[in-house]
């Protein structure tokens, strides 16, 4: 694994055990974004791919292999040392549709044939039926010209991330809402009976809890009412004491996180809406955790509050005290989730007990793109004039190029530098799909070289 | 024409084309930016292309640097870079391997035969040296960083645009000496005790006397406490190590054990002594015989790299690792951290463990420990190919070789972030902010002028340093009163009532290629209360001209206000930092290159940030260890 050092501190083993299993489809021709993106595939670690060719023979031709970097496709598979197969056939419009469901994802490459997104657009428009479902993995598709290009993003089901990884971990200590065991290790510190040592070895939660427990119920419970009375109150450290000083800093992580919460019941009830109207595609992981979620809402309609996750925020203390106060909201944590366990064992059994332990360490993170339901045509239909005209071009309708002339001398040809940047995005969104891990693009870029612009909106 | 040459003739138009194929790139780095950007320029058709890394091919290097093969791992990375694309390049390539900050290899005058600069390297140090190179030749520089998902590209145009130092970065953490020798209370604290002080102690220097020169560093140092007690007893800890060494140097394993139980048991017993110390902290709790022992029965080799072990197991791998490393010291002489060396990150890693638990710290697994030891900033080929890419693509813009987006001046050039949108609210992939002007409080691009002296070798052995200031005072109008300053040696040359040195000849006084020197004005004007600007020289010997050849740079050093007490320390302390590689290392981690993100993100971090680093911590001047520990990243 010394290999992947780097990029395991990303994802970890969970990620990479995804990406060394995972399937992927790429239908385009033999260019240097098919090149590249294959190679930013396979340096990670990839490891199964089928290339639906679209070159023709006069394509290539033209398509002089003066601009390409590898002078054999398979010169790309010897980048990884371990073992790389790749399945090359040529596209042809009569695939049948079972052969989708091989892969985790489809990425489309520059093709110019209409025929081919006609031909995906049909698989979605046959009608629902159960015994004979379709099987359609997210596609990506993605082009590049001159000093520009685009990656869009298709989902047919809801795509869900748990380890969504945000920059700053979010901690709930719902102080507000204690239960007997915080309350028990709050009530045994005794703030007029602690010695000046003791106290300022005190964690800055427990001057939060015992502001929280001193302001009246009749008053407002507000960050600034404890701030205030962290202010007035008479204790034998002076105000240097950097835990006192935290008291007051972090004072907004006392309160059960109304917002958060806010925020997950929305993502709860958007992704039960969107999969009880689709039955395309959904891979095992979509599945585990849409099934996590209907289990979680049975357990917030009997328990009310989003659970905390048992870890908290490093802080100065006695690292007795700190090492106590881990133990608390742990086990916390561990009860409530051997109740949402109860939960499961009677709706999904067979959903391992490794997933459950995720699902409920990262309730808080979740995050889900919404899947579509358009046909994948509907894309020129977008209001990004370059976007458009960008498919103009691929598709060989010039003559409804909308944009500035000036433009146009760089929009015809390969600029080897842009395809390198527009594959290098393809493949980091490929691998934010098959990890789960980080939320991709939803579910549009354009890239316009000429100021270094990236702009990104929703089809 | 074929593909490549007829694409990139399309873009830029047949004249700009012939630029390109003249023009000649520096490629500072051949890491996982390196690589790309090696491909990205040659594939733009630059006509001539020089590639420096000081680094050798690492397993971990594979997952993006992917012009590099199992095979070819120890292999150094520029010349193995250059083999594997020459079989297409069109353009001249000329591999070195080297420290670009090393003067005798890469001299100023090196530089000034190319017309860009990329930057693709790890480190802030190389970083900033670059970038004042490219102030001092007036070359345009393309500076780039990843780390994991995110990356950033800034052009710097010198003295049009924003400089890379204009922005103020994250300087390397520091923390105080007593914190890491008496009172740890994270993690890192102890890695750097293990890593920065005893692994440092024992393997990487032979043994040395404890001469008058160290007793005098250790004067001047900065321990971060006033407590006598405690300084005295950090003192003699560092000579009793000494003996240590010796042990080390025996090869008898069967004393690994005292090296245990003089770190673990007598020094904590001793500390536990300096009463003051404890008052507000919780007592450490030493090692006991019978820990020892018990780790006798372990079998090291069943231990994995990603679990936490227990305390006995972390002795036993210390006393296991620590007899391979006193074997190879016998041969090797001495034996330099390297996190890639599992040996050592063993060592260190097991040796913090076993502190950890006594100051009842929560211990890490060898993984996790190697990233804070290492410095390891997580790297994937995606974000390196999009980086590369903009790079490459930017200074065309740069260059001003778009004829249909003309640059009509430097700051309508862009910078480029990307963020790796974790939050789906923010719908950004990349930021663009079009360049800055120059901060006028920089202390490398605004505050001083720079320049190149040039000066012929016998000028060397005959002008005196008088004869020099005299010289200077003159061409730029400074007054009688001005310090002169060798900013490269850190010693005070000449100033007002210090004139002893202004009859020796600038060879006497060891001046010579690469040297800095700096002028400054003590004087001043009284009536206007204006100062003639601080003048920094670069000396440059060249070899082609006549015995009396010597020549300032034409520049104008213009008249400033007085600059304010605060900002001329700031002054100080850019230039302690620069120069003061000589000094006895103060300890301190690596720099975090998480400071590339910080411009985007630096307010929301500011108030989230845990403020105990900031509020406790003093600041200790930085040293040798930013030279030291240069190690490979993107
Ligand atoms: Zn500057």
Redesign the pocket.
């Known amino acids: 694994m010394e290999k992947y050092d780097r990029q395991l501190r990303l994802w970890g083993d969970n990620g990479q055990s995804y990406i060394e299993s995972a399937n992927i489809c790429i239908i385009g021709p033999h260019n240097p974004l098919l090149q590249e993106t294959l190679k930013n595939l396979i340096l990670p670690g990839f490891k199964k791919f089928n290339w639906l060719n679209t070159s023709d023979s006069s394509n290539i031709q033209s398509n002089n292999n003066n601009d390409l970097f590898f002078n054999d496709i398979n010169d790309i598979l010897k980048l990884n040392e371990d073992k790389v197969e790749l399945s090359i056939e040529l596209w042809n419009n009569s695939i049948d549709k079972s052969f989708w469901k091989n892969f985790q994802i489809l990425i489309i490459l520059s093709i110019n044939d209409k025929s081919i997104i006609s031909y995906f657009d049909n698989l979605l428009s046959l009608p629902k039926n159960d015994n004979d479902s379709l099987y359609l993995p997210p596609i990506i598709l993605a082009h590049s010209i001159g000093l520009f290009g685009y990656v869009h993003l298709k989902f047919f089901n809801p795509h869900f991330i748990l380890e969504t990884h945000p920059d700053y971990p979010r901690y709930d200590l719902i102080l507000d809402k204690p239960w007997p065991q915080l309350k028990q290790f709050m009530d045994k510190l005794d703030l007029t009976n602690l010695n000046d040592s003791l106290i300022s070895q005190l964690p800055y939660v427990v001057f939060l809890y015992k502001a929280i427990e001193a302001i009246p119920n009749n008053e407002i419970k507000s960050t600034t009412s404890i701030k205030n009375w962290l202010g007035n109150i008479d204790l034998p450290i002076n105000n240097g004491n950097l835990n006192f000083i935290q008291a007051k800093r972090y004072s907004y992580l006392a309160f059960y996180d109304t917002e958060s919460e806010a925020r997950i019941l929305k993502i709860l009830k958007d992704a039960v809406k969107f999969e009880s109207e689709s039955n395309l595609w959904r891979d095992n992981f979509n599945n585990n955790v849409i099934k996590l979620v209907k289990c979680f809402k049975i357990y917030l309609d009997e328990f009310k509050f989003i659970p905390i996750n048992g870890e908290i925020p490093d802080m100065e203390s006695k690292s007795e005290y700190f090492i106590e106060l881990e133990k608390v909201y742990r086990a916390k944590s561990e009860s409530d989730k051997e109740k949402f366990k109860g939960i499961t064992r009677q709706n999904c059994p067979e959903i391992p007990d490794d997933f459950i332990n995720l699902f409920w360490k990262n309730i808080r993170n979740i995050a889900f793109v919404k899947p579509s339901k358009k046909p994948i045509h509907y894309i020129w239909d977008t209001s990004d004039l370059l976007f458009r005209d960008l498919l103009e071009l691929q598709f060989g309708t010039e003559n409804n190029v909308q944009m500035d002339e000036k433009f146009q001398l760089s929009l015809v040809v390969n600029s080897y530098s842009t395809s390198s940047i527009i594959a290098g995005i393809a493949a980091q969104e490929v691998l934010k799909v098959i990890t789960h891990q980080y939320v991709p693009v939803d579910d549009a870029l354009v890239y316009n070289g000429l100021d270094d612009e990236i702009n990104t909106f929703s089809i | 024409m074929a593909g490549r040459e007829s694409n990139i003739v399309k873009i830029v138009g047949i004249e700009n084309y012939e630029k390109i194929r003249n023009c000649k790139c520096l490629l500072v780095g051949a890491g996982g930016i390196g690589s790309e950007l090696l491909k990205d320029l040659i594939l733009m058709q630059f006509g001539e292309i020089h590639i420096i890394d000081l680094d050798t091919i690492d397993l971990s290097n594979l997952n993006r640097q992917f012009l590099f093969r199992q095979k070819d791992i120890k292999q150094p990375k520029s010349t193995t870079a250059v083999k594997a694309v020459s079989h297409f390049s069109n353009s001249k390539l000329i591999p070195y391997q080297g420290n670009i900050m090393d003067t005798n290899q890469f001299p100023l005058h090196w530089f000034n035969q190319f017309d860009i600069i990329f930057n693709a390297l790890d480190n802030l140090a190389a970083r900033r040296y670059v970038n004042k190179i490219a102030q001092f030749l007036s070359l345009p520089l393309l500076e780039s960083g990843t780390s994991g998902f995110d990356g950033y590209i800034q052009p710097i145009i010198p003295h049009l645009t924003?400089?890379f130092?204009?922005t103020k970065k994250e300087t390397p953490k520091t923390f105080p000496v007593c914190t890491i020798r008496s009172t740890p209370n994270l993690p890192i604290h102890c890695i750097v005790w293990a890593k920065n002080f005893l692994f440092n102690e024992l393997f990487a220097s032979s043994i040395t006397e404890n001469n008058q020169d160290e007793q005098r560093l250790e004067d001047k140092q900065d321990w971060g406490t006033e407590d006598k007690e405690e300084i005295e007893r950090i003192k003699q800890e560092t000579n009793e190590l000494h003996e240590l060494q010796k042990i080390i140097y025996s090869k008898d394993s069967s004393k690994i054990v005292n090296i245990l139980e003089k770190l673990f048991i007598h020094d904590i017993e001793k500390l536990l002594l300096i009463e003051n110390l404890w008052k507000t902290r919780e007592k450490p709790t030493s090692l006991t015989l019978e820990h020892i022992e018990s780790s006798k029965k372990i079998d090291v080799s069943k231990l994995k790299l990603d679990q936490i072990w227990s305390l006995e197991e972390q002795i036993a791998k210390f006393i296991n690792v620590t007899e391979i490393l006193m074997n190879r010291y016998s041969i090797e002489k001495s034996i330099e951290f390297d996190k890639d060396d599992e040996d050592t990150l063993e060592f260190v890693v097991t040796a913090a463990n076993i502190r950890s638990y006594i100051f009842g710290i929560s211990m890490k697994s060898v993984f996790d420990s190697k990233q804070i030891a290492g410095n390891i900033i997580p790297a994937i080929a995606t974000t390196n190919a999009i980086i590369a890419g903009l790079s490459s693509i930017v200074s065309l813009r740069v260059l001003n070789l778009l004829n249909y987006a003309n640059v009509k001046k430097p700051t309508d050039i862009n910078m480029a972030f990307t963020s790796k949108a974790s939050n789906i609210s923010n719908q950004r992939y990349l930021s663009n902010p079009n360049l800055s002007k120059?901060?006028c409080n920089?202390a490398?691009?605004?505050k001083v002028c720079r320049g190149v002296l040039e000066v012929s070798t016998v000028k060397l052995q005959t002008s005196t340093l008088g004869e020099l200031i005299e010289l200077i005072r003159t061409t730029f109008k400074y007054p009688n009163d001005v310090s002169v300053l060798d900013v490269s040696g850190q010693r005070l040359l000449a100033d007002f009532d210090f004139d002893d040195l202004l009859d020796k000849t600038l060879e006497d006084l060891k001046l010579g290629e690469g040297d800095v020197l700096l002028f400054t004005d003590d004087e001043g004007d009284e009536d206007s209360n204006q100062f003639r600007k601080s003048l920094e020289l670069y000396i440059a010997v060249v070899s082609d001209k006549s015995d009396d050849y010597i020549k300032l740079p034409s520049i104008e050093v213009p008249l400033i206000e007085k600059i304010e007490e605060a900002e001329s320390n700031d002054m100080e302390e850019e230039i302690n930092i620069a120069t003061n590689a000589n000094e006895e290392t103060i300890i301190l981690i690596d720099e975090e290159e998480a400071l590339e993100l910080d411009k985007q993100s630096k307010g929301k971090r500011l108030e989230r940030e845990d403020s105990s680093d900031k509020d406790n911590i003093k600041k200790i001047r930085t040293t040798n260890t930013i030279e030291d520990d240069i190690i490979e990243l993107d």
């Open positions: 924003e400089c130092d204009c120059p901060n920089c490398v691009c605004s």
